[in-house]
């Protein structure tokens, strides 16, 4: 018995002895988060991060002087005259839109001795405290789609620079030394007539301006340079040791039992969707709120690619769309072949549709020139198109078109184009069938 006794206590020690060790671990046992996070966050590098300001950018510059119209899309033009624009400091940030009825906000933006610098969507004025200066730390919660400048009120030591929304009717006021004014008058306005001549057009949604005359562009050719599309998956996924991966002839397709991403061979697409965040689309109320987020998820896994900008957003569906840009003009296919989109939830990404491949190597022996018709031209041209209805024209483009060579299925074309907005959706104006160079963009 006393035998026994001892056996039993020998074994209580030893589990003692274990327990005390297990716990000792489990209080002391840090796992190596550096490792994870790095492997499934900060690793995950596909080409580059980029701020507000390379995102954010103008799409024209629109000069009034003596009742005519002069403007620019040069991207050298608009970054010279942003990274002017980044040295001026603005206080007295005040909204005053309650002084301003329809007619004189079109005087305000389209007035004599204004320069109109014009934005293709609404953008957070709290987000463009990070691309400018402003004294003032707390702006509205509001957007803009244009920025005033007024080139004859340098007169006294302040002039006056406004932000202005013409889609919500919106007008803020705010200050700069008129200096600074001066300084820039100096550099840009004595070249105004230099600049492309621009017609005035009253569309659905307001005035637009667009080239008087005809515009010479050149065709681009370029061979895709594709990105493994492992590297999305590694980004996407929470952990990626457990996503499934499925080949067809068409694509691959990747999920981990509640994510699903899917690459398409044909057009050269990646979609992913967490169809647990489709019931909170919707949620996200503030435009400041959902660029934020939309710039530091792409920015996580380093996915911009090319020259993206802000396009677009519909803060109903959680939508924001970033467009490829090339010389300034924009990139437009019907397959979202041009566009880096996203939809989200009220904290995490809904929807990420987007190319995998960039347009890095280009092929410079196979250039051709590529004259478009005037403004006008395109506009006769659409007017005669059957069941056309100009009360549903928004907007008006110059652009590039997206597409195959039918000669070689691995080469991309940038063929120039009009494009025009209609019904919410942009379409080309354009010969498909056009093959040479030196074509007027219309039959």
């Known amino acids: 018995m006393k035998k026994y006794e001892n056996i039993k206590s020998v074994i209580l020690a030893v589990l003692v002895v274990a327990s005390a060790i297990l716990t000792w671990n489990i ?5 190596d988060y550096e490792t994870i996070n790095n492997h499934y966050l900060y690793e995950v590098e596909i080409s580059e991060n980029r701020d507000a300001s390379s995102l954010i950018k103008p799409v024209k510059i629109i000069f009034h002087k003596e009742g005519a119209h002069y403007g620019t899309v040069n991207e050298r033009d608009i970054d010279t005259m942003m990274k002017e624009l980044m040295k001026w400091k603005f206080y007295d940030f005040r909204n005053v839109s309650r002084y301003f009825n329809q007619k004189e906000l079109q005087r305000l933006v389209n007035g004599n001795g204004r320069v109109d610098i014009e934005y293709s969507a609404q953008v957070p004025l709290k987000m463009y405290q990070n691309v400018l200066h402003f004294e003032d730390k707390k702006l509205p919660n509001g957007t803009f789609d244009h920025i005033i400048l007024n080139d004859m009120n340098t007169a006294g030591s302040e002039a006056t620079v406004y932000f202005v929304s013409v ?6 006021k705010t200050t700069i030394a008129s200096s600074q004014l001066k300084e820039w008058k100096k550099i840009y306005l004595t070249k105004v007539n230099d600049k492309k001549e621009y017609s005035a057009y009253k569309f659905k949604t307001g005035t637009v301006y667009l080239p008087k005359e005809k515009t010479t562009m050149i065709r681009y050719k370029y061979i ?6 492992e590297k999305f998956k590694d980004a996407l996924f929470s952990d990626p040791h457990f996503v499934k991966k499925n080949v067809n002839s068409e694509g691959e397709e990747y999920t981990d039992g509640s994510s699903l991403m899917r690459v398409n061979y044909t057009n050269n697409m990646m979609f992913y969707v967490n169809p647990a965040q489709e ?5 996200i109320s503030d435009l400041n709120d959902l660029m934020g ?3 530091q998820f792409v920015n996580e896994h380093g996915g ?21 840009f090339v010389n300034g003009y924009p990139v437009f296919n019907e397959n979202g072949m041009a566009e880096i989109q996203q939809y989200w939830g009220k904290e995490k990404i809904y929807k990420y549709e987007r190319p995998y491949f960039t347009l890095n ?18 506009l006769d041209f659409l007017s005669k198109q059957p069941d056309f209805n100009p009360n549903l024209l928004e907007d008006m483009e110059i652009g590039y078109q997206l597409i195959r060579s039918p000669k070689n299925s691995k080469i991309l074309i940038l063929e120039p184009a009009w494009y025009y907005k209609y019904g919410e959706s942009w379409f080309p104006l354009t010969n498909k069938n056009s093959g040479g160079g030196n074509q007027s963009g219309l039959e």
């Open 361 to 378: 190597i280009s092929l410079p022996s196979e250039t051709v020139e590529i004259t478009l018709p005037s403004a006008q031209e395109a």
């Open 27 to 31: 209080w002391t046992y840090q796992p």
């Open 167 to 172: 889609h919500n009717k919106a007008v803020y």
């Open 293 to 295: 987020k939309s710039i």
């Open 304 to 324: 911009w690619t090319d020259k993206y900008r802000y396009f677009d957003s519909d803060l109903k569906e959680s939508k924001i769309v970033y467009r490829l």
């Open 224 to 229: 895709p340079d594709f990105i493994e599309t």
């Open 279 to 283: 019931a909170e689309l919707g949620h």
